[in-house]
């Protein structure tokens, strides 16, 4: 069964659409999803929670349809997110016997693991918290309460680089049992290198691919050559950069030929990224 199925998903701004986007994520791994800010990942992630009203699709969680079984679902979904606006004047405490109160099967000695692991003080107020404090309560709170899909939304943006991979550790050890399935939108590539399965990369709107991480990174190439060289592969490029040395450029791997007689080498996630974002610049 699959954990999270977003099928053909459309949605109309004044100044952006979301395109017949779809994508699978199975149970037991994990997804990163990525793309360039306004490229449509919070969009997506609010249409699949039902927080914005679709123009057409479908989104299937653990078998069901979201809209049809929306209060049900939501029991079984961790939602965490980088930026947390939380009532600052508030302790946490206080707020956690709000919040657990819309859980039916809240696991009170799992949250409290979680403040031990994560090093929370709960009779601190909010506004005491620094904002990578905040970031790893609003993940106790979405990881305490049975929840089957995590969705998490730049749930590293405000964590030091040492609390990052504690946090990383943490998502590859939940997925293992095969239950708990994450889909993990980030912009910190390098954290989807460590711990992502699949990755999803969205672009104004429109879905690029979606599959198993190595066979994306395997899909492109990072070639270099001569400046000279450049008019030989221009037009196959997705976008390039040149410097006096010569020219850097992204290219499918099927578009790539051995005859070039050029320096052809696998991108990271990060090169990928930053090559389609080059690619609106040069051909606006």
């Not at 039916?104 to 693991?113: G, L, Q």
């Not at 709960?122 to 993940?139: C, D, F, T, W």
């Not at 050890?173 to 590539?189: A, D, P, R």
């Amino acid at each position: 069964m699959l954990a999270l199925d977003v099928r053909n998903i459309s949605k109309n701004f004044p100044n952006f659409q979301l395109k017949n986007v779809s994508f699978q994520l199975e149970k037991g791994y994990i997804m990163g999803f990525i793309g360039a800010n306004g490229a449509g990942k919070t969009t997506t992630i609010k249409s699949i929670l039902n927080m914005t009203r679709l123009d057409s699709g479908e989104v299937h969680i653990l078998g069901k349809n979201m809209i049809e079984h929306e209060l049900h679902l939501k029991q079984e979904i961790g939602y965490a997110m980088g930026t947390v606006d939380f009532y600052t004047r508030s302790k946490v405490k206080t707020l956690t016997n709000v919040i657990k109160r819309f859980y039916a099967h809240w696991d009170e000695e799992t949250y409290r693991n979680y403040l031990r692991k994560f090093k929370l003080d709960e009779n601190k107020k909010i506004a005491e918290m620094s904002m990578g404090m905040r970031v790893k309560y609003n993940l106790a709170l979405a990881l305490s309460h049975g929840a089957k899909l995590l969705i998490l939304d730049e749930p590293t943006s405000g964590l030091d680089p040492v609390a990052r991979d504690e946090l990383l550790d943490i998502f590859q050890g939940l997925v293992v049992g095969g239950e708990i399935s994450i889909l993990f939108s980030t912009h910190i590539t390098s954290d989807l290198e460590k711990c992502a399965d699949y990755i999803t990369f969205i672009e104004n709107g429109k879905i690029i691919r979606s599959c198993d991480k190595e066979a994306f990174k395997e899909s492109y190439l990072i070639l270099n050559g001569a400046v000279n060289q450049l008019d030989q592969v221009k037009d196959r490029l997705i976008s390039y950069k040149t410097n006096s040395f010569g020219f850097t450029g992204l290219i499918h791997a099927s578009d790539f030929d051995a005859s070039y007689a050029m320096k052809a080498t696998a991108p990271s996630l990060e090169e990928i990224m930053i090559y389609f974002a080059k690619k609106e610049e040069q051909y606006v």
